[in-house]
Structures are given as structure tokens and as C-alpha cells.
């Protein structure tokens, strides 16, 4: 079964900086996004790429994110800076491959993120 790949998550103290990468060869994506989930929360939007690559992010990661893309290698990337404690969650890439309602719509298992005070 196709599903996207992340990878790049680990422990990093405050301040401190991570990039975390999503490959999903054989997906056709026209947005393609980063989610988060912490341990008894809800799972929350992070950032998105579409594919004509406009951007978009939350409130809580607007100038510290960075979201980009690389069609060439199915790949869409997460660079994170001046990270937080409340950073800390599990870090999930979501592909988009249609507007239509019914069109499929590919998770990763995610990787995770810690930061340290």
C-alpha cells in the first residue's frame, strides 16, 4: 500500500532547529501538509504546500516553520527553527490528491518530535 514516508524527527533543545522530510512516491498530490499530535491533545494543522506551492501556516508556527517542497522527488519538507517545548508531538505529512470530496487522502505514521527545556 502507498503511503507517505517522514523521517528527520528526534530531541532537540529549545532553541534549537530539525528538518523533517515526506516522501510519497506513486502519490499524486495537489496540497500537501504537516499535522502534529501531543499526548492527549488533538491532532493539529501545522503548515501546507500546494502544488503551485503556495503556503500557508498556524498562528502558533508563523515565522519559526518553514514548509517547501520538491516535485522532482516527490518530497515535501519541514524546517523548524527556534523550537519550543511546546513543539514536542508527533509530526504527521498529509497528501492531498484531489478538491473532490471523495478524493483519497494519504497519512504517514508520523516521527517524532521532542524538545527539551
Known amino acids: 500500500q502507498v503511503r507517505p514516508v517522514e523521517s528527520g524527527g528526534g530531541l532537540v533543545q529549545s532553541g534549537g532547529s530539525l528538518r523533517l522530510s515526506c516522501t510519497f512516491s506513486g502519490i499524486t498530490g495537489i496540497r500537501m501538509g504537516w499535522y502534529r499530535q501531543a499526548p492527549g491533545k488533538e491532532r493539529e494543522w501545522v503548515a501546507a504546500i500546494t502544488s503551485r506551492g503556495r503556503t500557508s501556516y498556524a498562528d502558533s508556527v508563523d515565522g519559526r516553520f518553514t514548509i517547501s517542497r520538491d516535485n522532482g522527488k516527490a518530497t515535501v519538507y519541514l524546517q523548524m527553527d527556534n523550537l519550543k517545548p511546546e513543539d514536542t508531538a508527533v509530526y504527521l505529512c498529509?497528501?492531498?490528491?484531489?478538491?473532490?470530496?471523495?478524493?483519497?487522502?494519504?497519512w504517514g505514521q508520523g516521527t517524532q518530535v521532542t524538545v527539551s527545556s
Open positions: 498529509q497528501i492531498q490528491t484531489g478538491v473532490a470530496v471523495e478524493s483519497p487522502i494519504y
